[in-house]
């Protein structure tokens, strides 16, 4: 998955990719204590954004942090070490067991700039509250065309992923419709409500005013 968003990112613009490698804590057998790590796992990320502000001469709000499912609290973990000056963080389908919106350790709109949520199998492996300023919901945002029954979600959670790397430079964005709330979301509707807006891409939404509920329809590729 990171492969496919930094080969993406690197094909269209001149960018410094850092992939942050937590398997350690990640791969714990036991789901509990992956979950409990995220928690630390962004303090780390956040001290090294610190050394690259400090000796690098990076500036904060050009940084981007990019998390798929736990990752995704990871990032904004390591938003909230930098106050929320973080200039975008993309939050793919994260992780739903055993967090909850407002949690300490939870993603939320606050943790950047602009913080983006897509959601590909929210209720399942995948929280089913919006925790971004901008959330879409690619397909309703449970399952995913081609992914045929996926009773343990796996595959519609991957996609979450495979959108964002396909939106980067693609020649036709992920338009999507803002919808009126969340509720229209949950019952498979959406009424529109606001103006459309791109799903992931490069650069972000970042100063645009995009912020809601937004839903889009893709293929099964």
Known sequence: MNNAIRDRL???????VIT???????????????RNSVGAAGFGV???IDELIAHR???????????????????GNAGKHHGG????IVALDPAGPLFSAGQADAVSPQDGL??????????????????????????????QPGCGTDI?????????????????????????????????????????????ANMGGQPSNFGRGVNGIFFLATNED
């Open 10 to 16: 690197l094909a269209v613009g001149d960018f410094n």
């Open 20 to 34: 942050v490698d937590w398997g350690a804590a990640a791969l714990n057998p036991s789901y509990i204590g992956a």
């Open 46 to 48: 956040g001290r090294m």
């Open 57 to 75: 001469g990076v500036d904060v709000n050009s940084i981007y942090l990019i998390g798929f499912s736990l990752g995704a609290h990871v990032a």
């Open 85 to 88: 000056r973080i200039n975008t």
């Open 114 to 143: 602009y913080v983006e949520t897509i959601m590909s199998n929210a209720g399942l492996l995948g929280i089913n509250v919006p925790l971004g300023q901008a959330n879409f919901y690619p397909n309703g945002g449970r399952s």
């Open 152 to 196: 343990g979600g796996s595959c519609a959670h991957a996609r979450a992923p495979q959108f964002y790397a396909e939106s980067i430079g693609a020649s036709v964005p992920f338009r999507s419709t803002r919808c009126a709330n969340h509720d229209e979301i949950l019952a498979g509707v959406c009424t529109p409500s606001g103006p459309d």
